[in-house]
């Protein structure tokens, strides 16, 4: 067993110990909102918008982007769990920034193993086979971290099994601060049509 699945379980194990009431938690979200934001270690839902167990849904993605899956959940969300806010937050310094579909690409074919950055760029210093599939997926890379936000928006807002009446917030975290800050042409591509 790993070092970090033994941590894991113990952890789990003391959550369980303090679980209580949890369990008794309504399926839908109590504060009826849901949060689209990247997976990057550095950010914490939970914390930064003030969320318990069972306050609102959090999806997350590489980048936090408004991918088919991520709209997916979100109609989900509203059709099925009544959420009738959603925030899109990306973040400063995401590593959605460092690459693009043709650095993926290329990383992937030489192979499956970790890569590495440096000054120059990727490198890939893997054994073994990779995949020419990398090349046909789209990364959803960025490289203008407010113009990101505001892609994914529009693309949320323009969907047509959005729900016109949910208003959709665009916003970034800043790494650094911890503070959210609005992306005004973001969260006015979102307002209630």
């Given at each position: 067993?790993s070092?970090i699945?033994?941590?894991?379980?113990?952890?789990?194990?003391?959550?369980?110990?303090?679980?209580g009431?949890k369990?008794?938690?309504?399926?839908?979200?109590?504060?009826?909102?849901?949060?689209?934001t990247?997976m990057?270690?550095?950010?914490?839902?939970?914390?930064?918008?003030?969320?318990?167990?069972?306050?609102?849904?959090?999806?997350?993605?590489?980048?936090?982007?408004?991918?088919?899956?991520?709209?997916?959940?979100?109609?989900?969300?509203?059709?099925?769990?009544?959420?009738?806010?959603?925030?899109?937050?990306?973040?400063?310094?995401?590593?959605?920034?460092?690459?693009?579909d043709e650095?993926?690409?290329?990383?992937?074919?030489?192979?499956?193993?970790t890569?590495?950055?440096?000054?120059h760029?990727?490198?890939?210093?893997?054994?073994g086979?990779?995949?020419?599939?990398?090349r046909?997926v789209?990364?959803?890379?960025?490289k203008?971290?407010?113009?990101?936000?505001?892609e994914?928006?529009?693309?949320?807002?323009s969907h047509?099994?959005?729900?016109?009446?949910v208003?959709?917030?665009g916003?970034?975290?800043?790494v650094r601060t911890?503070?959210l800050?609005?992306?005004?042409?973001a969260?006015?591509?979102?307002r209630?049509?």
């Open positions: 067993m070092q699945l033994k941590e894991v379980l113990a952890a789990n194990a003391a959550y369980v110990a303090e679980f009431e369990g008794g938690l309504a399926l839908p979200p109590a504060r009826k909102f849901a949060i689209l990247c990057d270690a550095r950010l914490d839902p939970a914390k930064y918008a003030g969320l318990a167990e069972g306050d609102a849904h959090v999806i997350r993605n590489a980048g936090g982007r408004a991918s088919d899956d991520a709209i997916r959940s979100l109609v989900i969300s509203h059709k099925l769990l009544g959420t009738n806010e959603w925030f899109v937050v990306h973040h400063t310094d995401c590593g959605m920034q460092l690459f693009d650095v993926m690409g290329g990383l992937l074919e030489s192979s499956l193993d890569a590495h950055i440096d000054e760029g990727w490198h890939d210093h893997g054994h086979e990779g995949s020419v599939q990398g046909f789209k990364w959803l890379t960025f203008d971290l407010a113009a990101s936000v505001v994914d928006v529009r693309r949320i807002r047509p099994l959005v729900a016109k009446d208003p959709i917030y916003y970034y975290y800043d911890g503070k800050v609005e992306v005004e042409e969260t006015k591509a979102g209630v049509v």
